[in-house]
């Protein structure tokens, strides 16, 4: 399954309890709500280069699927972990954060779970 592509959020749900979860100001909160990000995934057999703008911020995460490697948070702060490939959902576990993003044609949706606090993210192809 190929996954490269730009795909733009459509909807989110319960992005500013997770926002204030995770530690993030509640300025950055209420500028970042209303953004419709891009993801831009390039992929190339087991490795992905993950390009997420959102506003003027750009987040950048390269990784070989089951290796570990460093990644960017959405606090900014960088976590060795590793990123298992199971079907077709890319899982990560970051810093208590369990992150699934399962791509379903041209849609992509990112779950993720902090303790009783799910953050879910749904994104189109542009």
């Known amino acids: ?13 319960n992005f500013e309890p997770f926002m204030k979860a995770i530690g993030l100001p509640d300025d950055l909160i209420q500028k970042g709500k209303d953004i419709k990000s891009v993801s ?4 190339n057999g087991d490795h992905f280069k993950v390009t997420v703008t959102t506003g003027t911020k750009v987040m950048v995460n390269s990784f070989t699927v089951g290796q570990e490697a460093e990644l960017e948070t959405l606090t900014g702060e960088k ?12 899982m990560v576990s970051l810093k ?14 990112a779950t993720m779970t902090l303790g009783p606090i799910v953050y879910k993210r749904i994104s189109k192809r542009i």
């Open 40 to 43: 831009e995934i390039e992929q």
């Open 1 to 13: 399954m190929a996954f490269t592509g730009k795909y733009q959020l459509e909807s989110q749900e």
């Open 96 to 109: 208590g954060i369990e992150s699934v993003t399962e791509f379903n044609g041209d849609t992509i949706i």
């Open 79 to 90: 976590i060795k972990s590793t990123v298992n490939l199971v079907g077709n959902k890319l």
